[in-house]
């Protein structure tokens, strides 16, 4: 078994600071936060989802940082170092479940950017039409084989750079991966944004209208604000477990929250011109996204260049987040199972292709698979709104008491102050002080209001 003295560190603030951004930034912000945006109203969602990143996602984000490094161990692994013997592990149990079914979905999508990825490259996508570009994506996900096999292909990438290690694979990757992403999304904006009729598109981000905004709403918002900070489900206490001994954890917190927010925002100036300057509907769905790209760029000198280039940024935001997800279960099987990081890599990299496939299935509602639906949901569904409405809240929730309320104050401020060498001890305070008598009781108000036992 991999002892602790062989653990691997990030080696500098910046490789601490883009490995997180990496895994905050992901599908989450280019195609999730577009298209629920779009279906929930608007300005409004985009407000409540400030709040929670503020009031909720800081706080946990924090408590996971605390954790994580304190313990130095895998999400599961640090529970049962701080409070050996009891049930507490089991948030980690909890938490690798999440990410597994988090996966199962995240992989299938991830295998839809990296063919419309080589698609853009082979130049199928250039010059396509409205008409075209929906079809596009029904031939797309529907395959049935195709996707399937990208869903094998991502896994293959995400397994191997795993089997790199800590600061030859995640750190490394993120280093030069990140930086280049904000560079290819701004100039997907400047294009949008000077598309005719793009002024729209500004206004339905920004407009806020309460009367659009309904109480499953807010559990979205919530729900979102997990899945994009990676929150909930001990993925940041596993990435905080390498995090370096002299790193400001509150400062990288907030930078990763705010730059994460900022490309979710770029990501929206990007499509939501194109859906209204093409007369498309905001509130597509899961399509949104692969339906409106390729026809922001189809019409232009060079388009299809930057076409190449949106999806080889969603790519790369795919590939990040999805190294610090599956980074959960290898630490994991690492630390308390005696693999070697490469088995483990492997075996869950095939793992999650294969329960993944039911996933990729589903979407076709002629396939057996899609037929298949329980309350109206069908397997992708299922994985989708099971971990992110469901089970990131409740670990967020128990993570936050877990902190707030059996932690000394104290202790937290050393830690997080680097045992008083930085000074911020007013604002950690502060911030433990919201832990514990503002995101538990917004947690809970939020998830009662979404099973309709309180009415917001
Ligand atoms: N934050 C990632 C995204 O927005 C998804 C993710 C969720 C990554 C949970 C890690 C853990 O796409």
Redesign the pocket.
């Known amino acids: 078994m991999a002892s602790n003295e062989k653990r691997e560190t990030f080696s500098s603030g910046l490789a601490v600071f883009f490995a997180t951004l990496g895994?905050?930034?992901?599908?989450?912000?280019i195609w999730?936060f577009p298209y629920l945006t779009g279906q929930n109203g608007g300005g409004a969602f985009l407000l409540v989802y400030f709040l929670c990143i503020v009031f909720v996602g800081l706080p946990v984000m924090m408590s996971e940082f605390y954790i994580g490094r304190t313990a130095r161990k895998n999400a599961i692994g640090a529970f049962k170092a701080i409070m050996p013997g009891t049930l507490w592990k089991h948030v980690g149990t909890m938490g690798v479940l999440a990410?597994y079914l988090?996966m199962f979905f995240?992989s299938c999508v991830a295998g839809w950017v990296y063919f419309y990825l080589f698609k853009a490259l082979t130049g199928e996508l250039s010059g396509i039409t409205m008409e075209g570009a929906k079809a596009q994506f029904g031939s797309v996900i529907m395959g049935p084989w195709s996707p399937i096999l990208w869903q094998c292909i991502v896994m293959a990438v995400v397994s191997g750079i795993l089997i790199m290690g800590v600061k030859q694979g995640i750190e490394k990757i993120t280093k030069t991966l990140m930086p280049l992403l904000f560079v290819l999304i701004l100039a997907c904006d400047l294009r949008a944004l000077t598309l005719p009729g793009a002024w729209e598109g500004v206004r339905f981000l920004f407009h806020v209208d309460f009367s659009q905004l309904s109480g499953a709403a807010v559990l979205t918002a919530l729900g979102l604000a997990?899945?994009?900070?990676?929150?909930g489900?001990g993925?940041m206490i596993t990435y905080s477990s390498y995090f370096t001994e002299d790193n400001n954890m509150l400062g990288t917190a907030a930078k990763v929250a705010f730059s994460?927010t900022l490309v979710s925002l770029l990501a929206g100036l990007a499509i939501f011109p194109a859906v209204f300057a093409f007369g498309m509907e905001p509130g597509a769905g899961p399509g949104l996204l692969f339906m409106t790209l390729p026809l922001v760029f189809a019409q232009m000198p060079l388009g299809n260049l930057l076409l190449i280039a949106f999806f080889f940024l969603a790519s790369i935001?795919?590939t990040t987040?999805?190294l610090?997800?599956v980074e959960?279960p290898v630490a994991y099987c690492i630390e308390e199972r005696g693999m070697s990081r490469t088995g483990a890599a492997v075996f869950n990299g095939i793992l999650i292709a294969g329960v993944g496939v039911l996933a990729t299935l589903s979407v076709d509602p002629s396939s057996l698979l899609g037929q298949m639906t329980f309350m109206g949901r069908g397997f992708f569904d299922w994985f989708d709104y099971l971990s992110s409405n469901i089970l990131?809240p409740i670990g967020g929730l128990l993570t936050a008491i877990f902190v707030g309320y059996l932690m000394p104050r104290e202790q937290v401020v050393a830690e997080l102050t680097n045992q008083g060498r930085l000074a911020m001890a007013g604002m950690v305070g502060m911030l433990y002080s919201i832990l514990r008598y503002v995101t538990p009781v917004l947690l809970i108000v939020v998830f009662l209001a979404s099973v309709g036992l309180v009415k917001l």
Do not use: H, P, Q, R
């Open positions: 895994s905050a930034v992901g599908l989450g912000n999730k990410t988090i995240y997990f899945f994009k900070l990676s929150l489900l993925c994460d935001a795919a987040a999805m610090s997800l959960v990131l």
